[in-house]
């Protein structure tokens, strides 16, 4: 055809010929507003992302509190509460569940059910699509772990750390953990073929990863081979970067390398990063490709 | 702002001669045709003929493998975000799960555009006042089928896709539906539609074209379809033995006087006299096309739309 779109007389659409960065983060925030609404009407998402840990710390406390203090001496003098031992494990393991099993869930369910179509043909930049859904795990999951701690400290009565260095820890392993989570959920969304088989698909992966890299287990009692499989994933790394922050010096030792090994937890997240990304990029559509 | 219909002397939409296979199936063979703008431009046929296949080329959801495409003056392959800003894009289904309420839809949607409607007055619109607040997951499948409507119109678009968009509409919706369209086209919006319902067709289409087996079998303004012969009206009647008699005429009133003549004025039995709707029209068309293609050929629903999930 003749008529070229730059020859037509729009001053609105020439003023925005190009959406810019601003667009792309202004559309990428209204997202994160509008995700983080979503989740918290979805009772799914509750019950199996936001309070699992919640109901696991529980039943962990009252299943095991009567064998006494964990790491103590053969008197059981000293060590930690069951609680204090297991709250590592459970902020680790709700750093994945906000970003892997609520992201891989959510992202393939609205890939089945016409969202991602829907979306593909508006104007929004699948950046900000992105910067929408990485943003609500990081307002909830910094919620599911404020919530924790708060349970902790006053349900529990477990004691928290009172060193800043502690909580620097705590605040670039959480960050960096929770990011490498959400790219690891979208690229895992590739995976189920339908939205309702989502769950059956991605529930026992996260599963294993939680049984397996000391979040239900005590880690430090696994055996060699299982403790190495688990290196394989980020979980491990969070968990013990977790209890770097929690757990007294002394447990340090009964760690794989008989240190904390801060070094390792962050290379670990920081190569998962680098694989969520490029899975997320490469295997994101609005729609299925077609023939 | 109006989309500039007026000054905008090229057609909005034009394709020529598109193709599209899926594995050893032709979904489309050869399909030309072209939408002026400010038209609203009706695309019939049975399920599976290509219809939705053809569309969603047009709507950048996919290739083809051959054929010349512009929308927009743009090639919808390449089309970018400032291209998908002045489309709407009603889709044949939707089951989103909805935990957002009417209103905060349509303001979230609202926000991707650069020019967007006013958002109460979508809803009036599409008649959702009574629902704005409810969230879509607690809406009935008509009223979601109108949250879809207000949603593809939400960004003030200058080429709106309609495929099927009255399913599930009951009687008084789908005229409360016709009159927003009316209106989308009295503001110079073109529309391109598909839909099953011929009577709609026939309200809201200025033009249409038939598609089947993957061919466009006609195209013309909606009330020259299928030529002059096929809109003479037909008359029927019993005679006095009884037996069923049908004739086309141009001069129905005259072969009825005749009738009553030849029968020393008494009435016929069972006089009809019936002009051929757009649906009579449509139904000989597809038929007379079927009767000319192998049986072999003719996809089944059942075969495209395993095709279409495999795609």
Redesign the interface.
């Known amino acids: 055809?003749?008529?070229?779109?730059a020859a037509?007389?729009?001053p609105?659409?020439t003023?925005?010929?190009?959406?810019g960065p601003g667009t792309t983060v202004?559309?990428g925030i209204?997202r994160i507003r509008?995700e983080t609404?979503?989740y918290f009407?979805?009772p799914d998402t509750l019950l199996f992302t936001f309070f699992f840990p919640f109901i696991m710390l529980g039943i962990f406390t009252a299943a095991f509190s009567a064998a006494g203090n964990i790491g103590g001496d053969d008197n059981g003098v000293g060590g930690v509460s069951v609680g204090a031992y297991y709250l590592p494990g459970m902020l680790a393991a709700g750093m994945l569940l906000s970003g892997v099993q609520n992201l891989a869930v959510d992202i393939a369910?609205e890939k089945s059910?016409?969202?991602l179509?829907?979306l593909?043909?508006?104007?929004?930049?699948p950046l900000s699509y992105f910067l929408g859904k990485i943003g609500q795990v990081f307002v909830t999951a910094t919620l599911q772990a404020a919530l924790l701690l708060l349970v902790a400290r006053v349900l529990f009565s477990i004691e928290l750390p009172s060193d800043p260095e502690k909580w620097a820890t705590f605040a670039w392993v959480f960050v960096f953990g929770v990011i490498t989570s959400a790219f690891v959920g979208i690229a895992l969304s590739a995976l189920p073929r339908s939205g309702k088989s989502a769950t059956a698909v991605v529930a026992p992966i996260v599963l294993v990863l939680q049984f397996i890299s000391g979040v239900y287990l005590q880690f430090t009692t696994l055996p060699d081979w299982m403790q190495n499989l688990a290196s394989v994933f980020p979980l491990k790394w969070m968990a013990q970067g977790m209890r770097s922050v929690f757990l007294p010096d002394s447990f340090a030792a009964a760690e794989q390398n008989g240190a904390w090994d801060l070094v390792a937890v962050a290379v670990a997240l920081g190569l998962w990063l680098v694989v969520g990304l490029v899975l997320s990029r490469v295997t994101f559509r609005w729609?299925?490709r077609?023939? | 702002?109006t989309p500039?219909a007026l000054?905008?002397?090229?057609?909005v939409v034009?394709v020529q001669d598109l193709r599209k296979s899926?594995?050893n199936f032709e979904a489309v063979r050869g399909i030309s045709f072209s939408i002026a703008a400010g038209e609203t431009f009706a695309l019939l046929g049975p399920n599976g003929a290509g219809k939705s296949t053809t569309i969603e080329i047009l709507?950048?959801?996919?290739?083809r493998d051959s054929g010349e495409v512009?929308v927009?003056?743009?090639d919808p392959h390449r089309g970018?975000?400032?291209?998908?800003?002045?489309?709407g894009?009603v889709?044949q289904?939707?089951?989103?799960?909805g935990?957002?309420t009417v209103t905060?839809q349509l303001r979230?949607?609202a926000?991707?555009?650069?020019?967007p409607r006013d958002i109460d007055e979508v809803i009036d619109a599409a008649g959702l006042r009574g629902k704005a607040r409810t969230?879509i997951s607690k809406l009935s499948g008509g009223q979601r089928r109108r949250v879809d409507v207000a949603?593809g119109i939400i960004?003030r678009p200058e080429l709106l896709f309609l495929d099927e968009p009255t399913t599930g509409f009951d009687p008084e919706a789908r005229h409360q539906f016709w009159d927003l369209i009316r209106t989308l086209k009295g503001e110079g919006t073109t529309i391109l539609l598909t839909t099953h319902y011929l009577d709609e067709a026939a309200q809201l289409g200025d033009r249409a074209g038939i598609i089947a087996g993957g061919r466009l079998i006609e195209i013309g303004p909606i009330d020259e379809l299928g030529g002059a012969d096929a809109r003479v009206p037909l008359v029927r009647w019993r005679d006095a033995s009884g037996r069923p008699r049908e004739q086309r005429t141009d001069s129905p009133a005259r072969l009825v006087a005749d009738l009553v003549a030849a029968a020393d004025g008494a009435e016929p039995d069972e006089l009809e006299i019936i002009r051929p709707s757009l649906e009579d029209v449509y139904l000989g068309l597809v038929r007379d096309d079927e009767a000319k293609i192998p049986a072999t050929d003719v996809p089944t629903t059942a075969g495209l739309i395993q095709?279409e999930m495999?795609?």
């Open positions: 055809m003749t008529t070229t779109s037509r007389p729009r609105t659409t003023t925005v010929r190009v959406p202004r559309l209204s509008y609404r979503l009407r979805s369910g059910d016409g969202t179509k829907r593909g043909g508006t104007p929004l930049s729609i299925r077609d023939a | 702002m500039n000054t905008n002397t090229g057609p034009r899926y594995g709507e950048g959801y996919r290739g512009s927009l003056g743009v970018g975000l400032d291209w998908k800003a002045r489309l894009i889709l289904t939707s089951a989103e799960t935990n957002a905060e979230h949607f926000g991707f555009y650069p020019n969230r949603l960004g095709k495999r795609a």
